[in-house]
């Protein structure tokens, strides 16, 4: 494998940690060159400490004041960038040869943008990014010659399964032989609460899944099987695969993390323990397999593997997300943008659960309405984005 110096975008999330517990395993070919997070600076310090990156990332000022007060005395400081455009800038960094874009939501966009124009070999899990801005992003590595490598667990399973020979670019047509993708979801914590009491849930019991521990924002996406939808358009773009031949399964165990159905009638499954340091690993050593720190996943005291369909009545969210990829780039944006808002408010006791839904359906139906050419810069994107969440933001403080 060839030496990686690699820039962790949202280093202090649950991805970000996980990635740098991945890198730790190889020091004689993974090492970190710069961190980047918005808030728990002190974390970010005791990272870079750990990591001895060269470079870290923070918001603004009071920021890198707080780094620098966390920071030992007698140790060298690593050099500290500030905002949204050293965020950015630091993926297109000569020194930067993979990017881990681990941000949650649109936020993280510019920055995984500019490691696919860059060039770099971009891990994106950063999924908003790919939901907001797809044909652009797709095309940025294309003409860039990066390296995608999927983290989403499904995409990063579909990919294991998919007929690419060691190739990790972007793909413009569905791959020869693939009849179809099957995206596995748990179903989240609510797959079997009874309807009536879904208006009372609390954020903590939205955030309990019962397979994975993941950030907030994403946990309360999996509740919702908005997450879904979410991948859903993110394997749209990945795989130029049609909605028509993405199939949602619901799979409580979490085991068969998806699957790629073949002409012939094979279907090929990745299975392992929900840990995402499989995928990043995977990600990272690619085309190589390398130690994830992961265990082996017991077949025999498995027990059983179940599937169902969804049931679009209970996640109104998964319908939803179906009809912004039919209905083009804008209602994606849309989409997105307003479960962010929904997603916080809910996260903050500002509006019950089932406004999450309602709140998107809502921005989901002006957008529809209006005329619009196309949306072919990120600074379009970021405008429509910017402006939906001022709209979805009302609508959650007149609840
Ligand atoms: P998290 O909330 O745990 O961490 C988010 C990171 O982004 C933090 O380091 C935070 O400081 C940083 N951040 C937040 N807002 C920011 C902003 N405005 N500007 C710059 N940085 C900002 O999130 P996570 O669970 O690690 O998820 C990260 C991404 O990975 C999401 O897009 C999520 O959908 C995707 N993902 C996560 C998992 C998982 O297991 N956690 C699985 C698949 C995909
Ligand atoms: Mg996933």
């Excluded at 040869?97 to 070999?121: E, Y």
């Excluded at 989403?152 to 020979?165: G, L, T, Y």
């Excluded at 009545?313 to 997105?336: I, K």
Aim: aromatic share 6%; hydrophobic share 45%.
């Amino acid at each position: 494998m060839k030496f990686q110096r690699v820039y962790v975008l949202g280093s202090t999330g649950s991805i970000g940690v996980n990635t740098l517990d991945v890198i730790a395993r190889h020091p004689e070919t993974l090492s970190v060159y710069a961190l980047s997070a918005y808030s728990r600076i002190e974390q970010l310090a005791a990272q870079a400490l750990a990591t001895g990156a060269a470079v870290v990332v923070v918001p603004d000022e009071p920021a890198r004041r707080r780094f620098t007060a966390a920071w030992p005395a007698g140790r060298t400081l690593p050099e500290i960038r500030v905002g949204a455009a050293a965020l950015a800038d630091t993926a297109a960094d000569s020194q930067v040869s993979t990017v881990m874009a681990a941000i949650v939501g649109a936020a993280g966009l510019p920055a995984a943008l500019a490691a696919a124009k860059a060039g770099k070999r971009v891990l994106l899990a950063n999924k908003e990014a790919l939901v907001a801005a797809g044909a652009l992003f797709m095309k940025t590595v294309r003409d860039s010659g990066a390296e995608l490598l999927p983290i989403d667990s499904e995409h990063n399973a579909i990919f294991q399964c998919m007929p690419h020979f060691g190739r990790a670019g972007a793909a413009t047509h569905p791959a020869k032989g693939v009849r179809r993708l099957l995206l596995t979801a748990s179903g989240g914590p609510f797959r079997t609460t009874l309807l009536e009491k879904l208006t009372d849930v609390t954020p903590d019991q939205a955030c309990a899944h019962p397979n994975w521990r993941m950030g907030r924002k994403i946990s309360v996406d999996s509740a919702t099987m908005l997450n879904k939808g979410l991948e859903v358009i993110e394997a749209h773009w990945l795989f130029a695969m049609p909605l028509e031949r993405i199939q949602v399964v619901v799979h409580p165990q979490s085991m068969v993390h998806s699957m790629v159905e073949y002409d012939d009638g094979s279907i090929l499954a990745q299975l392992g323990q929900p840990d995402m340091r499989t995928p990043i690993a995977y990600g990272l050593g690619f085309p190589e397999r390398i130690a994830s720190g992961v265990g082996l996943l017991a077949l025999t005291s498995l027990g059983r593997l179940d599937f169902e369909e969804p049931n679009l009545d209970r996640f109104p969210c998964l319908r939803l997300s179906f009809e912004a990829l039919r209905a083009g780039q804008a209602s994606c944006v849309t989409l997105n943008a307003a479960n962010e808002i929904a997603v916080d408010c809910f996260l903050k006791q500002k509006i019950r659960y089932t406004e999450i839904s309602r709140i998107i359906e809502r921005c989901l139906h002006r957008e529809v309405g209006r005329v619009r050419s196309g949306l072919d810069s990120l600074e379009e994107i970021l405008a429509l984005d910017a402006e939906t969440r001022s709209f979805a933001s009302q609508l959650c403080h007149v609840k």
